[in-house]
């Protein structure tokens, strides 16, 4: 909760403070990136500050978490939190590392803002940012002792012993410990950072959801090589689909991420984009391998049949649930579409949506932002739609 003398000051210099975060965010990953150059090669993901979608992320997290303490100061925003704070954890940062953020945050907004940051706008302001750091190492914290490891020391080696080709562009790899040891426990719909070395030195981390159910001996990913779209192609989806080959270990992280199977007997509706997929399979395959009698209805929507990633699996996977429905879609669904799928983009005019129905997204931003604004019209609560990000989240405080 925000002081009482600071909640009128950013209050009222909020409006100008979110007008220059954009430029706030690009001089402080500028000032960060120079003052500690590991960063940029071994933390953060490169393609993303090149395009500019991780300081759109971060600028949008800010004024989310600003405009939520000052619109409703006893509150704290715990969803924007959580979801943060897993992707923290599954990149190991440290508590330390918000005091280096600190510093070349509140030198960035100083210099943009210039003498509108008086002493009394700089201490609000320090107010805001020490609340949502703390907050965020306080549940990163409590991930890292859940998943029984010390600060930051989340990775392990993982060997590849199964690489099979799902689509032209979709690889999956099966993985067990390198040590011999148990697989860590998981909940449907987490997902794993692999950190790859690249030719240049660099150690990359990228998210990829884990694609089968737990309580099996090894684990899944599945990797959408990125390309196309005017974007340079992706490092490490590149680097996996061209060198990571059965006998590989490569170094991943506990699982991670708040988009999580909750347990209950009420209906559920799983709806995915694209690879998107991938976090609903491993939903519906702990589903089918415990016996649910949940009713489940499950919407995708793809380019073609042929891009369709783990098709024969997740159509079988639904057809093994008992009161489970199929909605399929797509954009060219060409001569071997599965029966009843259908031409276009997504609709959910003809999905049952009971009262207490349960929502799962994932895919990219704007099949979710459609999704779940027809899901908000026909009346379902928004506290009841769970989403994932395969990237920064520009959508943070917009749920």
Known sequence: MLSEQSVPVVRATLPAVGAAIGDITELFYRKLFTAHPELLRDLFNRGNQANGEQQKALAGSIAAFAGMLVGDPGARPDALLARIAHKHASLGITSD?????HRHLFAAIAEVLGDAVTPEVAAAWDEVYWLMANALMAIEAELYQRTRVAEGEVWQGMEIVERDEQTPDAVSFVLRPADGGPVR????????????ELPDGSRQIRQYSLSSAPGRPEWRITVKRVTGDGRPDGEVSTWLHSRARAGDVLDVSAPFGDLALADGGGPLLLASAGIGVTPMLA??????TTGTTRPVAVV?????????????EHLGLVAALPGSRLHLWYEEPGRNAPDGARTGRAELADVDLPEDVTVYLCGPVPFMRAVRGDLL???????????????????????
Do not use: C, N
């Not at 426990?185 to 790859?196: A, N």
């Not at 019209?377 to 749920?399: C, I, T």
């Open 97 to 101: 590392q918000y005091k280096i953020v």
């Open 185 to 196: 426990p998981f909940s449907p719909g987490q997902y794993v950072s692999v950190r790859s």
């Open 283 to 288: 939903m519906l395959d702990h589903l089918h």
């Open 300 to 312: 995708h929507a793809d380019r073609t049949p042929a891009d369709h990633a783990h098709r024969e």
């Open 377 to 399: 019209r026909r009346g379902v609560p928004a506290r009841s739609v769970h989403y994932e990000v395969f990237g920064p989240d520009l959508w943070l405080g917009q749920e």
